[in-house]
């Protein structure tokens, strides 16, 4: 029982750090640690500017285990970049153009192929990482947490990476039987919120997504 309490009390301390920092890191660091608080981390390049990103391709993101949730992500990439850069060539349309060309993105020589015949020099990659759900019954907690790094495709060098985990949870320390009640009520609502996750996923991208340079 006290380890119980002791895990959701750092819940709690955990989701009351509502205030969000951006961290910019060297190239050989972009793994540091954006969990434990509300961080952004990213690198940029010097290249960025010298060679800046006129079109993009939104590749997909692979190996993750909650495919609705990655093709979400997907989506929501594309949607932000619009608001960045000239031309965005989206998941829709990447797909269209590689089953109409017979392109296998996953091989590096169609990849630059693709990039010439498209006229779109750069691309977008993400993954999923540190996301989770963790569910108490008086406390539900939803994180997902995103990875993305847009790279020239001639050379596949990564001129943009940001990384964040954001989180949100629903309940509180049941001190009464009342608010053990209303707790496990509000938990249990936003642990089967079917949209809960999606929202989590928006938090995350719309802030990794502001340490990206406007190139429009």
């Known amino acids: 029982m006290m380890r119980a309490s002791l895990i959701l009390l750092t819940l709690f301390i955990v989701s009351a ?17 954006s969990q434990a608080t509300r961080t952004v981390i990213y690198h940029l390049d010097p290249d960025f500017y010298r060679d800046p990103p006129n079109c993009v391709v939104v590749m997909p993101i692979a190996g993750a285990e909650n495919k609705a949730l990655a093709h979400y992500v997907e989506k929501s990439i594309a949607r932000h970049l619009v608001t960045k850069v000239e031309r965005v060539i989206t ?34 990659r993400a993954s999923l990482e540190g996301t989770e759900e963790v569910y108490a019954l008086v406390w539900s907690d939803k994180r997902v947490g995103i990875v993305l790094s847009l790279h020239r495709t001639a050379d596949d060098k990564a001129l943009w990476r940001a990384a964040h985990v ?19 009520a509000a938990a249990g609502a936003f642990q089967s919120d079917g949209e809960a996750t999606a929202s989590v996923a928006d938090d995350a991208m719309r802030r990794v997504m502001r340490t990206l340079p406007d190139l429009r």
Do not use: W
């Open 17 to 33: 750090c509502n205030h969000t920092s951006y961290q910019a890191v060297g190239e050989t660091s972009e793994k540091a640690d």
């Open 166 to 184: 954001a989180r949100r949870g629903e309940g509180g320390l049941p001190i009464s039987p009342f608010s053990l009640i209303s707790s496990a």
């Open 91 to 124: 998941p829709l349309g990447r797909r269209r153009i590689e089953q109409q060309q017979g392109y296998d993105l996953q091989n590096a020589g169609d990849m630059k192929r693709f990039a010439y015949q498209e006229r779109c020099p750069f691309h977008i």
